[in-house]
């Protein structure tokens, strides 16, 4: 259920003449000509919100207005209200006017109060075509045959659309024959030509509706939550480096935030901002009790599916499964196996493996890879010969370098986890693309003990960043992620310096958000969540993410004979 509380009944004088809509906690909108015996000496003018049952009215006045002439056709009938004080209710969400029609007609509700109706009633119309009339008004036509007419009462309602709830316009006049059903509309951005604050409330129209529902809807919990936080420092966190620093005064409070990314910033850049501002809310949502259990380290039980280069000929894969449960490795099987047949080979020896599980336990599949395969998708592969689920849809699942597997590399990781352990999350470095920062330098810092994940902007493949990926191995980074598509502008090349058009910083971007939020240790469960998600929405973010997650602890076999006594002397 979309929530209609901001829908308001105006009153002159104890009678109803028309609807209005709340768009800050002690502004209302309607039209001039509903309140054009309420201003100056006349009979005082009243507010009811009919959608909060037993909220009395509020007085209010008018303190703006478009400069409507008292005709009909006349241009700027729009009146602003001011409350006598704010009210608790969320104001209405407003949208861009190119959000009410689309290739096909968009669905718009009328919330207005008619003669016999002071509860309110309801009127389904559309938008009969993106043209302006004389620069001022949207034509209305109904939904459907024998619908509400926009009869009196209907003045001022604003029209929203029905399946996000965001208001589009507002109702200025019906047709004025009884049996014809349309009627006109003032849209968002022509109100704002006439009261310049409403401005800073119609977001850009860069921003996709999913995306701004999904921000009010965080900040909305919030805000009933009482969840305390600085604004300033959220914004400034979320903001890219082309993104407007926050205003001199800062912000009220986390609405006003949201609104000002929203509806002052544009651009594709833009539509990063929000989701990582987004992401932020999301994060000052989990609940406090949660953070020590996040601190430790899930109680994994992997399957460890070993690849290599065979060395008869590409077309043919060293390929070994074990599994680790209870403090042991279980070998499964290991073959040489033909490419073709590698994905089948792989499927049935990962169900194999699970017997050896101890019922109920964190399983996680880990692939190790020759260096030269760690691009391989092998989260997209099919989880069963007759479920193409992909694996990294079903099961958290990351890839490891085969060649980290050294007694010594093992050690130096093992302690690198046991410091991240005690962090509720760890800071991304950002490898961006052109390969601008020097590899050395990126050693020395992925060896600091506050260094966390290496994220990189293009593939492992890229000449230009291919040294910062292999000094990310050999520092070693205990995480490294990437994007398989690349950054999508020359591949990283010179050419590409981390503009705002490039894929790869949109990445980073999205990815620095999601993991500031999230413990080192259970990034392989939230990353199977976010592939799940990335599955079902085309274009997706993370579709194409890859997780290189080596922590040693897991994988120990604490059964295994001293490496002096591997074999038996009488073998």
Known sequence: MISAEWHARIACAGRVTGAGFLVTPDKVLTCAHVVQDGGGTAPPLTVTFTERPGFPPVAARVVAHGGWGGGPVDAGDLAVLELERPVPIAPAALAPADAAYGPAPRKLVVYGFPAGFDEGTLAEYRVTAPQLISQEWLQLEAWQPGGQPLAPGFSGAAVRLVDTGEVVGMVTAAASARDVRNGRMMPTHVMARYWPDLRSLVPAPDHRAADRARLRELVERAARAGVECSPVGLYTAAAGPFDPPPPPEGFDSLWSA????????????????????????????????????????????????????????????????????????????????????????????????????????????????????????????????????????????????????????????????????SRPSAPLHRVECGGLEDPGRLRRRLRQADAGLAGFATAPAAALTRPHFDTSLTAPAPVMVWSRAGCGAGDGGADCTGAERCAGKAFLDRLDAWARVVPPAELPRHLLELREEADTEEGHWARDIQLLWDDPRPFTDAHAAAPGHARSPVA
């Open 258 to 421: 949201a609104l000002f990314v929203l509806c002052e910033l544009d651009g594709p850049g833009a539509v990063a901002t929000v989701n990582r501002f987004a992401d932020l809310v999301a994060g000052l949502l989990r609940p406090p009790a949660a953070e020590p259990a996040a601190a430790a380290a899930p109680d994994w039980s992997p399957i460890l599916v070993e690849l290599a280069h065979s060395g008869a000929g590409d077309g043919l894969v060293r390929a070994e499964v074990s599994a680790f449960s209870g403090g042991r490795r279980h070998p499964v099987d290991s073959d040489t196996v033909p490419l073709g047949r590698l994905r089948a080979w792989v499927q049935e020896r990962i169900e194999t493996a699970f017997r050896y599980l101890t019922p109920g336990a964190d399983e996680l599949i880990a692939f190790s890879l020759p260096r030269d395969w760690l691009d391989w998708p092998v989260d997209r592969w099919a989880s069963a010969p007759d479920d193409d689920t992909p694996l990294g849809c079903l099961y958290p699942l990351v890839v490891t370098d085969h060649a980290r597997r050294k007694a010594s590399t093992r050690h130096v990781l093992t302690r690198a986890w046991k410091r991240l352990d």
